[in-house]
């Protein structure tokens, strides 16, 4: 079965822009290449290790997105509680990446697509400046923090993606 994704048309940022809307362009450059680069997969494809001892694969990545996307909007910045992960536990803190072999792909692309959206939400209308509700490591955490802290986070895992992708089926690039 093939693996379809929404939002892979990536729009590049803009060269002028104020700085709230720079740093949302770059994050959802980056979201977007993430999806591009498990768009038209198969399941199987999407489940691929890369090698061993590592659990990293292309769902995994996903997953993984999905729990930050969640951690940084609905916790940090919105200060909501959350006991378990979406696909972690105690039991397993990696569920993220660790629990692909039977997962279904349609849903967690569905989870993170909901997750973006609602870190859309959460941050839609803020001013950089704002204060998360809850700290970090005992720190405050800012919305600008969250943004470009994202933006490393996809950036670095898409680079992840891009060895993947290849190791999958060659394909290089975007």
């Known amino acids: 079965m093939t693996t379809t994704t929404s939002g892979t048309d990536r ?3 803009p060269f002028a822009a104020d700085e709230n809307a ?3 362009s770059w994050l959802d450059f ?3 290449t993430l999806a591009v680069k498990c768009q038209g997969l198969t399941d ?3 489940r691929l290790r890369s090698v061993p001892p590592s659990t990293l694969s292309l769902l995994g990545l996903v997953r993984h997105m999905a729990e930050v996307e969640r951690h940084w909007y609905q916790g940090i910045l919105l200060g909501e509680e959350h006991s378990e992960g979406l696909y972690w536990s105690a039991e397993d803190e990696d569920g993220d990446f660790n629990g692909v072999d039977t997962a279904d792909t349609a849903e967690a692309f569905a989870t993170w ?3 973006i959206d609602l870190a859309r939400r959460a ?5 950089l400046e704002t204060v998360g509700r809850r700290k970090r490591r005992g720190a405050d955490v800012t919305l600008r923090w969250i943004q470009v802290h994202m933006i490393e986070e996809y950036a670095r895992h898409n680079g992840h993606a891009d060895l993947l992708r290849e190791l999958v089926d060659g394909s290089t690039g975007e």
């Open 30 to 32: 980056h979201r977007a």
């Open 113 to 115: 697509q909901a997750q």
């Open 22 to 24: 720079m740093l949302a």
């Open 11 to 13: 729009i590049e940022p």
């Open 123 to 127: 941050a839609e209308g803020l001013p």
């Open 44 to 46: 199987e494809q999407l």
